[in-house]
């Protein structure tokens, strides 16, 4: 039974399709009310990063939820918020140690351009007040992150409420000219990034903002050891803050607490959020350090970036048991492992028809399709790849996240992101639904003879 608009009431993310019911879930497998099995191998949207049904997790809620279950933020605090903090203190870059709690990605995003904006403007710069950002990249569906992102498919109705943000190449290796190996290259290297502060002067920008490794934009595409190194040099030497967008990629889920921890550098504003709570209730962050949040402090006395259930006692509750949940069983290294395994096993997926390269970090994979491998050209963006893969992969009982567009308003991925706790024989279904989903995908479009090898 599949439930879908107009029948019932419920306003569906999308209108035009049906929608199996959940009924339960444990480990990386979700039940639909047909006692159909799905293997979650996306996550969700990136986010299942402890597996469902942790029942430390779900306890923790309602504990909290029967002792407090709303406090108004700008009166009181409450120790879990104060706990989830200390524990996040300890676990991220060392000087950013002050988290502001929210509930959802975009809504950090919102949050940390805000802060940065706000910071320069304290400080006595209010001209300080652009912001830099990647394309293909996204940072949230709210109207700043959303003007932060790069997705043309996404702003074509918001075009007149977006502000305007200067945009620079991402690293995208794959297609890039320099396949990633450019010395010189401004997008690979980072080059671009000074280039566009010099041409709209570092006295008009406040903030240049990345996902330290790319999330479903570039599928899973990893920049080069030195790529942040230089990006962190440009932002020093411009008075530019550097913001790290860790929603998707933090929490553990590139094999490091964060993904710029590999990196070997620290931005001045860090958001988290998907993997903080396990999925279990809507939470995200945003990570400052002292130098920052004590100019706020000592000038207007506040973020100006209200949110009625901030720093919600049982979002943080949530948070909490699920960060500790990750510490005490190790998830990060267990994912990390699970990670190498599982790129391991994916290598296999660039033999097969329409599969371009098959890329990633820890437990986050891209496997991006193209209709000639020679020339990486991407199917038509009419041919809907990658969501009729998707589909058929979810027929197969195979969750995957889709991308598209990425290829100059072409291109054609799909996303990996199981839970840390995935198996070696789940690693190896996935890619055995992954391999049957894709022939059906070539078959259903009559497709297969007419894809390059």
Not at 75 to 87: G, I, K, N, R, S
Not at 259 to 284: H, N
Not at 361 to 367: E, N, T
Request: glycine residues 10%.
């Amino acid at each position: 039974m599949t439930r879908r608009y107009p029948d019932g009431h419920v306003f569906y993310r999308k209108l035009t399709r049906a929608f199996p019911a959940i009924v339960r879930a444990e480990g990386c497998w979700l039940e639909d009310e047909t006692g159909k099995r799905y293997l979650d191998a996306s996550g969700g949207a990136f986010v299942a990063n402890v597996g469902h049904g942790v029942k430390t997790i779900a306890d923790a809620i309602g504990a909290q939820a029967a002792r407090a279950a709303y406090v108004n933020g700008t009166a009181f605090t409450t120790p879990v918020a104060e706990e989830l903090a200390d524990e996040l203190a300890k676990l991220g870059p060392a000087d950013l140690d002050k988290f502001y709690f929210l509930g959802s990605g975009s809504e950090a995003v919102e949050a940390a351009l805000k802060l940065a904006r706000q910071y320069w403007a304290e400080r006595g710069k209010p001209s300080k007040r652009k912001v830099i950002a990647r394309t293909p990249g996204y940072h949230g569906n709210t109207l700043l992150a959303l003007s932060a992102s790069a997705r043309g498919h996404y702003k074509t109705f918001f075009s007149g409420w977006l502000v305007d943000v200067e945009m620079i190449p991402a690293p995208y290796a794959y297609r890039c000219p320099c396949r990633g190996e450019g010395p010189d290259c401004p997008a690979c290297s980072g080059s671009a990034l000074e280039e566009k502060i010099l041409a709209v002067g570092a006295d008009n920008i406040c903030a240049f903002i990345a996902e330290p490794v790319g999330g479903s934009s570039t599928g899973a595409s990893v920049p080069r050891p030195d790529y942040y190194r230089r990006i962190r040099d440009i932002c020093d030497r411009h008075h530019v803050l550097f913001i790290a967008d860790e929603v998707l990629t933090g929490a553990g889920r590139t094999g490091t607490w964060t993904a710029l921890e590999a990196y070997g550098v620290q931005p001045d504003i860090m958001t988290m959020g998907k993997g903080l709570s396990g999925g279990y209730v809507p939470l995200s962050a945003v990570a400052a350090p002292r130098r920052i949040v004590d100019t706020i402090a000592a000038g207007s006395g506040a973020l100006m970036h209200a949110q009625t259930c901030s720093h919600n006692p049982v979002a943080c509750a949530a948070g909490l048991a699920a960060v500790r949940h990750i510490v005490q069983h190790g998830l990060v290294e267990r994912g990390r492992q699970a990670g190498e395994l599982l790129h391991r096993r994916l290598d296999a997926l660039r033999a097969l028809p329409a599969v371009g390269d098959v890329r990633g970090r820890g437990l986050l994979a891209g496997v991006e399709f193209v209709e000639d491998k020679q020339s990486r050209k991407p199917f038509p963006r009419a041919a809907h790849f990658a969501e009729t893969f998707t589909e058929l992969a979810q027929e197969e009982g195979l969750i995957v996240w889709p991308n598209v567009g990425h290829a100059d308003g072409e291109g054609d991925l799909a996303m990996l992101a199981p839970p840390f706790i995935i198996a070696e024989s789940e690693i190896d279904e996935i890619v055995r639904r992954f391999t049957r989903s894709l022939d059906r995908t070539l078959r259903k479009l009559d497709i297969s003879k007419k894809v390059a090898p």
